[in-house]
Each structure stands twice: as C-alpha cells, then as structure tokens.
C-alpha cells in the first residue's frame, strides 16, 4: 500500500475482464488479505482444525472430508436460516446492489461486487442443493465446490466488511451482509479464520476483552485517562469497577481504553458520568461491548455476548449503559436478547438523571450512550458551552452498524448540533442509511491487508474530502470504536488535516463541569480557539 | 454463450411447438395436456417451495434499517423504512412490493478520474424499466381473465377499457402490452451492453427474459397481425378453465407456440429466480419490525453454549484483582 499515492490508488479500473468468472481462479495479491487464524487462538476457544498453516502458501492442511463438512454445514444453514435459504434463491442479478459496496468501488475487482460476491457461494448452493443445478450445472449456474472455489471464498468473504450497504438498495432485502457471515461460519468449520479475527476472539473469551487486557491493566488504563482528566480540568474522578449494588454497568469497547483517539471518547464518557453523579460500576469481565465473535459465528458471538447480562445479574445492576461502538450495537439490537435473554433480573431503563423511561430498550434493558446523551441534553441536565469547539468543522460519519442495523440516526447529530456550532454533513448519498464504511469493520482491520482497508475506505474518505474542501471540515465525528481508529489511518492517507473524534468527546469538551478550572485545552490537549485566537485550527491542518 | 444458449432455448421451444402442431398434429398434445401439466407443476412447485422456505426459522429479528428508530417522542422516526410494529411492516412491504421502493432509491456511482472524486447519482432506469415490466405484465395477465371467465366482470372491463383509452385503429392498442414489450427490451438489453451486468448475468437470467419477450411478441402477432379468432380461443380457454377441454376448432399455429411459451414458463418458474415473486414476502430484512430491543425475539434453535463464567475468571485472575483492590466473591 504504502508506496501507493492516493491519486495512482484512486485511480481504479470497473471494467470486469474478459473471461467468464467461474472459470478462473483467486488471485490472492498481497495487501488484499489478513493472516490466518494461529493455531493457538483457534484452540483457546475449541474451534475446528487448529494447525499451523498460512494462507500464502497453496496447501491449507485441510480435513480430508472438508467437502463433506462444508456442505453439511450449508444444509444445516439453510434450515436454520431463513434469510441464508431465501437469499440463495431469489436474487434476480439485476445489479442494485453492485456499485454499492465499498470494496467494489475502491478495487474494480468485480467479485466485490455485492451480487457476486453472494453468487460464488450460491453456485455451489445450486449445484449441491438444486435441481436444476444439479442436471444443468455451469448453464444452470452451478459449479462444483473444490479448493480454489473454497479459497476463492475465503479471500472474498474476508473482504466484505457486513456494512450491509447493498442491502438498503436490494428490492428483495438481500443481505450480502448475512451471507458473508453464513460463508464464515462454513470456513470457520474448517480452521479457516484469520488471525485479526480470532486472536481478539481468543483474548475475548478469556480476558473478557479483544485486547487481552487483564483486570489490573483496565484499571490502570483508566487511571491513566483520570491523570489526564485531572490535568485538564482540575477534577478528580473515582469510578469503580465491579461493583455490586451499582444502578448501571457500563458496556463499552476494550479499543476505548487503549489508543487514541478513542481514549478521548473514552475521558468523555468518565467525565459526564462524573459530572451527573451516576451510580455506575465498570466491569474487567465484561470489559468489552464489541464482539468479534459474531465475525466467526453465530454461536461464538452469544458465547462472548453473555458476559454482559451474566454480570449485569452477578453485580445486581438495574440497567446496562452501551458505549459508543458499531457491530458491538448491530449485536446487542439485533442478537443479545435472543441468544442470552431475557433479562428479567434487570428493570426498565430509566434514566435517573431525567426520570425517562427507554421504552425502546424495555427487553434488552440496555440503552445506547447517544440515547443517554441526547436526553440529557433534551432536557437541559448539562451545561454546555459549545464555542470550546469552535476549532473544530465537524461532520459525522454514520457507522454501518447503528445506522443500517439499528437505525440510530438522529441521536448522535442531536447532540453534536448541541455541543458544537460547526456541524456540516457529507453528502446526502453518503450519509445515513447510504453512509459508507470505514472499510476496515467485521475484524478487516488488521495492518498486512491495509491496501484493501484503504481501497475500502476511498468512498467515505471522498466524501468527507468534498466536505473538507467545501466547509474545511477538519474533525470526522462518529459513534463507533473501530472507526476512530480506521478512519484515523484512512483520513491520514486519503485527507490529511482531517482528525476524528468521538462524538461523547466532543461532549465532553463542551461539558461545563462544577468546579473546573477554567479549561484552556481540549481532552487532546490542544488549545481552545478562544483561548490562542484561532491558531488552534491553523495548528490541526499541519499536521 | 450465456445470451446463445437461452436463446436457442427459446427458438427451440417454438420449434417444438411448430413440428409438433403442424406436422405431427399434436393438437391435444400442446392445447390441453401440456398446458394441464405446466399449470400443476407451477402450483405445486411453488407452494413446495415456500413451504421449504417456510421450514427454515427465523433465528433472528434483523430488518434493514433504512431509517431512524423509533426512540424518543421528540425524535421524528421513519415509520416505513425503520418500522417497529406490524402494520409499519406491511406498508414497508407494500410500498416495497407495489412500487419497489428501495429500487426508486437506487444511485449509481461515476468515478471522475481527474479529479479523483466519486459521484453518487439518483438513478432511476432501473426502477422505472422494472416497473413498467412487473405492471404491465400484471395488467395483461389480468386482461387474459377475459379468455378464461364468462360472464367477463365489469372489473375486467374497466381496466381493459382504461388499458386501451387511446383508440388507435382496430383492434384497440392495449398500451400495457406495448409497455410489456419495450420494459422487457430495455432490461434484456441493459444485460447484455452494461460490461458489469453483462459480467454477472447468468444463462437462467436471460433466458425468462427471453421468454417472456417472445410470450408478448406472439401475444401481439395474434392479436395485431394474424387476427387469430378470438372467438374459438374464447370457447377453448374456457373450455380449459372448466374442466371439459376440447379442440374443435382450429386456432392457428400462432396460438400453439403462445401457449406452449405460456407453459414452458409456467413450469419453469418454481424452479427459478422468478421465485422472487414469493420470496420478497418472506425477506426477514423487509418483512420484520426492528423492536427486538423492546420485545424479545425468539430463536426455535437456540441452545445453552460453553462459556468462560465469572468464577473462572476470577480464578485465573485472583491475584492481579486483589493487587489493585477489586472486589471479589472468593478471597
Ligand atoms: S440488488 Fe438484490 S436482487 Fe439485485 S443483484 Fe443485488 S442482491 Fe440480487
Ligand atoms: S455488506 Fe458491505 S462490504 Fe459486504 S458486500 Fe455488502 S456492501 Fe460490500
């Protein structure tokens, strides 16, 4: 990657070649793929195959029955998936969905194309599972499972990051979205993960988090981040951590504790809760909200997912407060209640502060931080000064997840147009329910693949790009843990100047505390415009 | 080859049709028995088939969320593209089944080499090309009721009535099988000339399209050229539609390979992508409310998993929590 400029990687090719796509095999170039899954990490939590093996060499040490164990797999699939078996049948190919995926747009490659990514997988599906595909075969469709078709799908299936893009514009809702996550589960039954995936999978079950921190390392993490605090606005914070008897547990993603700037969102949310006296407890065992899980199986994911109710009940929380995070809150939406549900040892949300009740979160009694937030703000409980943000030109970036799997739309730009004065959005094809992906989400964010990450990310990084040349936006907003740390690599390649921020950072900076000193910094340490008359903005474009 | 096969598929069904009435004089063959044949094979074959699907669970509530959730009171929500009840489903699907929604929402993406820059554009070829298909089809279907009912409703007439408003010539210009013809063309043609779509189409794409093309093609021969008598077709298909069918009359070679176009559809269509007929219905992106953080979604699967609990955990950490002061159940 690194020897590519931007202009020469923007320069892309959509011309699909020649020859016909079922008869040539993967091409695996080098940057486009992670590293497989170690031995180690497929052991710690009993997946199948571990062994030594690397995905650049040709023979993968597969299971001599491996065809068999894939196509079980698959039959077992489509009974327990109705979307897997629906989607299998009716996609028509007209093509919505193909300019749609942020990883066509970014290599050409046409087998990222949405629809075909899925029809590498339904051709055998038709072959295995159909009548006409097993009569007509390749006119019908259908071709034969063998190894290149197997690694054809590990190297494709790894490059789709489940933004579910495709399925907004699909008119039957095909989400290639779930068939990646199917086709996962069918090469993870083979050992066939990668690493980035399946170390943090590992730590995970484990430790309780991604990055394997241990229980003395978050508390002295979040020591860290009290300094900082301390430094800043001259108030000394005193979380706890497991607690028993606290009103709330607070769930967030380990990646908050570890590196900027997610750290920064990460002093946020400890000075708002500070500020609102929350009785909250943090918790080292379910130390994370995300869930790399979900990116092998369905199975793992509720493995990892059941820490956080476990502990909501070991500790006798009332409610659970989520951090800002993308699939962490796809997973919690759409999965937590179902696999490790009902939490009926937990109340009804209810904000103490404000006395609402989240009736959208009466089941799964846990409540998104922006939820938490704009309430707050709703009801003036916070006293805000948002010219400390003055040095910033924020936009926002919608994560796949809240946004296409939640809908979670309105929330995060309430409290942004609150706390800040410069709020521009990208363009309205880029945004919401369009918005485009980091390119680096579904554990893709490893560093050997970052020619694909940053092929993936061209589309967003161009449209935040439009709006730094329009508005000189230099600040990316967002709600989601993997993005503060993809975008940041993405933003320095593809639109220098431009920094990102979580949006509970933002807050935080605006945040008038009781007792503060008068702050001349923001949480990065960096002059306040009032404070050195606008060099602050000067300052952030050089770097 | 992709467009090749098909094709010749299709020439080869008209073909059949051809020797089989006009040289082998298979009348009864092609007139009763195969249409017969097709018409089961369609209504078993799709009724099978969504009873596979329907067999299939449902593990878990995961509509696309097209729109904002329903939240606050003060926050304006998105009904129909985010919906959290019953009801906003069913106009989800109904906005989505009667007038493709998503597809209206449809963009296409340029690359400005030059400038290194993406646009994003609405377009909308593709929802009106598949919408004009999926109507007019729809509305010649519904006229061929005619053939088959006697007494016509006044329904049926209505919209024949309004189907051929602009009287041009005689017999009145159905516009909706013209539309049927040109909606058809446009999206054979758009397969086969956009190097992507052309790139991923397969032989069972093109071949109902051709199908179909040819179906509306000799629809209109008939009707417009060959004045097929549509009297004696009358007394046939609603000799079919009751039960008593018989060949007294001669209909012409024209209808056979109609018909036998009209079967061979029939009875491919369980078997194919045309099953998106049925399938939009059952899409769980579509045709469920995203309120699974307010009422508990059920999974007919779920089983009990090995977890790491928090007792284990405690023993694999006991000393480095006690180091830092945390509190915990076994000292
Ligand atoms: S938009 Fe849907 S139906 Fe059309 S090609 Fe894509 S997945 Fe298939
Ligand atoms: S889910 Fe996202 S990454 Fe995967 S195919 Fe669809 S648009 Fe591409």
């Not at chain 1, 709330?248 to 006296?277: K, N, Q, R, W």
């Amino acid at each position: 990657m690194s020897n590519l400029k931007p202009d020469e990687l923007s320069k892309i090719n959509y011309m699909p070649p020649e020859e016909d796509w079922m008869s040539v095999s993967v091409q695996m170039r080098k940057g486009m793929y992670c590293h497989g899954a170690s031995e180690n990490s497929l052991k710690t939590v009993g997946f199948p195959n571990p062994r030594k093996w690397s995905s650049a060499e040709a023979d993968w040490k597969l299971p001599d029955n491996w065809q068999e164990i894939v196509l079980k797999g698959m039959a077992e699939r489509l009974e327990k998936y109705r979307s897997f078996h629906i989607f299998m049948d009716i996609c028509v190919r007209c093509g919505a969905c193909a300019d749609k995926c942020h990883f066509f747009l970014g290599t050409g490659d046409p087998k990222n194309m949405p629809v075909l990514r899925a029809e590498l997988l339904r051709s055998v599906y038709r072959r295995e599972f159909t009548t006409a595909g097993k009569i007509l075969g390749k006119i019908a469709g259908a071709r034969e499972l063998t190894e290149d078709v197997l690694k054809e799908w590990w190297y494709y299936f790894f490059q789709c990051t489940e933004c579910r893009r495709c399925s907004v514009f699909c008119p039957y809702g095909i989400d290639t979205a779930e068939i990646t996550m199917i086709a996962r589960e069918l090469l993870n039954l083979l050992g066939l993960n990668i690493e980035w995936i399946a170390g943090p999978v590992a730590n995970c079950y484990m430790k309780g988090n991604h990055l394997g921190l241990e229980p003395h390392t978050i508390t002295s993490s979040v020591e860290f981040l009290l300094d900082e605090i301390e430094e800043i606005t001259g108030i000394k914070i005193e979380p706890t951590f497991n607690r028993k008897g606290a009103e709330i547990l607070f769930v967030t993603p380990s990646g908050d504790l570890f590196a900027d700037p997610g750290t920064y969102t990460c002093m946020g949310y400890l000075m708002l809760f500070h500020e609102l006296g929350l009785d909250y407890t943090w918790s080292t065992y379910a130390s994370e909200g995300g869930n790399f899980g979900s990116f092998t199986s369905n199975e793992m994911g509720k493995r990892l997912n059941s820490k956080i109710y476990a502990e909501a009940k070991r500790l006798g929380v009332k409610w659970i407060l989520g951090g800002e995070c993308g699939h962490m809150w796809r997973v919690l939406n759409q999965y937590m209640d179902t696999w490790n549900g009902p939490a009926d040892f937990l109340q009804v949300p209810v904000s103490p502060i404000t006395g609402t009740v989240f009736e959208n979160a009466a089941s799964t009694k846990m409540v998104h931080i922006s939820e938490f937030t704009a309430d707050l703000l709703k009801h003036n409980k916070l006293e805000i000064d948002p010219s400390r943000n003055d040095h910033y030109k924020v936009t926002f970036h919608d994560s796949c997840n809240p946004s296409r799997g939640m809908g979670l739309l309105e929330e995060p730009r309430y409290i942004i147009n609150k706390v800040c004065n410069n709020f521009f959005e990208m363009p309205e094809n880029t945004i919401r329910e369009k918005t485009f992906c980091c390119g680096s989400g579904s554990g893709l964010n490893a560093s050997e693949n970052m020619e694909l990450r940053l092929r993936g990310g061209f589309p967003r990084a161009n449209a935040v790009k439009h709006v730094k040349n329009k508005y000189d936006v230099n600040m990316l907003a967002c709600i989601c843990a993997i993005d503060r740390a993809a975008l940041t690599t993405l933003m320095d390649y593809w639109v220098p100047g431009v920094k990102v921020i979580g949006v509970t950072e933002l807050l935080a900076n605006a945040l008038k505390m009781k007792g503060e000193n008068d702050r001349d910094t923001d949480l990065r340490g960096e002059p306040l415009s009032g404070a050195e008359d606008g060099d602050a903005k000067e300052d952030s474009e050089d770097v | 080859m992709k467009i090749l096969l098909p094709f010749l598929g299709v020439m080869g069904i008209v073909i059949v049709a051809f020797v089989g009435v006009e040289m082998l004089n298979l009348q009864y063959l092609f007139g009763v028995m195969i249409p017969y044949t097709a018409f089961i094979i369609f209504v078993v074959g799709v009724v099978l088939r969504i009873l596979k699907w329907g067999r299939s669970a449902v593990p878990f509530c995961i509509p696309t969320t097209s729109g904002q959730q329903k939240s606050f009171s003060w926050i304006k929500r998105n009904r129909f593209d985010n919906p959290s009840n019953n009801l906003e489903v069913i106009v989800r699907m109904a906005l989505e089944v009667l007038l493709f929604r998503s597809l209206f929402s449809n963009t296409s993406t340029a690359l400005k080499e030059d400038e290194g820059r993406l646009i994003h554009q609405s377009s909308k070829w593709l929802w009106l090309g598949g919408l004009a298909f999926h109507w007019s089809f729809l509305i010649v279907l519904v006229r061929h009721l005619r053939l088959f009912l006697d007494p016509i409703p006044s329904a049926l007439s209505l919209v024949e009535g309004m189907d051929g408003l602009m009287q041009l010539g005689v017999p009145v210009l159905y516009w909706t099988g013209l539309i049927l013809l040109i909606s058809a063309t446009y999206l054979f043609f758009r397969r086969v000339v956009i190097p992507q779509v052309s790139y991923f189409s397969l032989p069972n794409d093109h071949f109902p399209l051709l199908l179909i093309l040819f179906i509306a093609t000799t629809g209109m021969i008939m009707r417009y050229i060959l004045k097929v008598d549509i009297i004696s077709v009358k007394a046939f298909t609603v000799g079919l539609f009751s039960l008593k069918p018989t060949i007294t009359h001669d209909l012409g070679l024209i209808f056979y390979i109609h018909l036998f176009l009209v079967s061979v559809l029939l009875a491919y269509f369980p078997f194919s992508k045309l099953m998106h007929a049925a399938g939009v219905f059952l899409s769980p992106t579509r045709n469920m409310p995203n309120n699974s953080r307010r009422i508990r979604h059920i999974n007919p699967w779920n089983y009990p998993v090995k977890v790491h609990t928090y007792e284990e955990y405690e023993d694999d950490f006991r000393d480095k929590m006690k180091t830092v002061g945390l509190p915990l159940e076994k000292e």
